[in-house]
């Protein structure tokens, strides 16, 4: 079945650091890859999405490349700000499904 | 554009009480709908989904039901909650309009005490 495996956090960083959250994935054929996130209180927001190999999902600063190779799709953003500080999910969704398959997510903090 | 409606926002229940959380989708059409938990410190599982009105798969076996009268209209019920359904959940649409992007309302508090 399908799955999804990302770092367990809380990652803690200082204002401007350099972010990676890792996501690796299983799934039979060519599924779409997908990242949200979580802030404090809410529901979730789509960040940012992939739909083929090779594909670069981009928004609000952060990246995440769909490798099919290494099945990966990490997160990754430069520089990051305290309003970052979220919970972030991986997720996928299988080619020919319906739903999503999460990740157990991964808390960010970010102090000034 | 298109928005999703939950409701209530937060909840708290006394153990054996029923349970209604609605959710609605304005500004599409026939959109397949997903009820999701979040329970502390654990991730996000799959709890319902509905493809039109009145199909409703369930993927974990609970005392939760759920049910789609209408076609932009997601119900989560329960006839007696345990104190295990406490969580955060998550009513999500996905449609023509969506492409292959699921999109989240903002969620309901639930605390059974």
């Known amino acids: 079945g399908n799955s999804v495996t990302q770092m367990e956090g809380p990652v803690t960083l200082s204002e401007e650091a350099f972010l990676t959250i890792n996501c690796t994935y299983t799934?039979?054929?060519?599924?779409?890859l997908f990242w949200y996130v979580q802030y404090p209180g809410e529901g979730l927001q789509l960040l940012l999405k992939a739909t083929k190999a090779d594909d670069k999902g981009s928004n609000k600063g952060f990246e995440a490349t769909y490798r099919k190779e290494t099945t990966s799709f990490h997160l990754e953003k430069g520089s990051v700000q305290v309003s970052d500080s979220a919970v972030y999910f991986c997720?996928?969704?299988?080619?020919?499904?319906?739903?999503?398959?999460f990740g157990k997510g991964t808390m960010l903090l970010v102090s000034p | 554009s298109q928005t999703i409606h939950q409701w209530p926002a937060t909840l708290v229940q006394p153990v054996g009480s029923p349970l209604s959380l609605e959710c609605t989708v304005e500004?599409?059409?026939?959109?397949?709908l997903y009820w999701y938990r979040q329970a502390a410190g654990r991730g996000l599982q799959l709890l319902f989904y509905?493809?039109?009105?009145?199909?409703i798969s369930s993927e974990v076996p609970q005392n939760l039901s759920a049910s789609r009268p209408q076609d932009r209209q997601f119900i989560l019920s329960s006839k007696k909650l345990l104190l295990s359904d406490s969580g955060f959940y998550l009513c999500a649409w996905r449609g023509i309009l969506s492409g292959n992007t699921i999109y989240f309302g903002e969620g309901s508090w639930l605390t059974v005490v």
């Open positions: 500004g599409t059409s026939n959109p397949n």
């Open positions: 509905s493809v039109g009105i009145g199909q």
């Open positions: 997720a996928l969704r299988g080619y020919g499904y319906s739903t999503l398959t």
């Open positions: 799934a039979t054929g060519y599924p779409s």
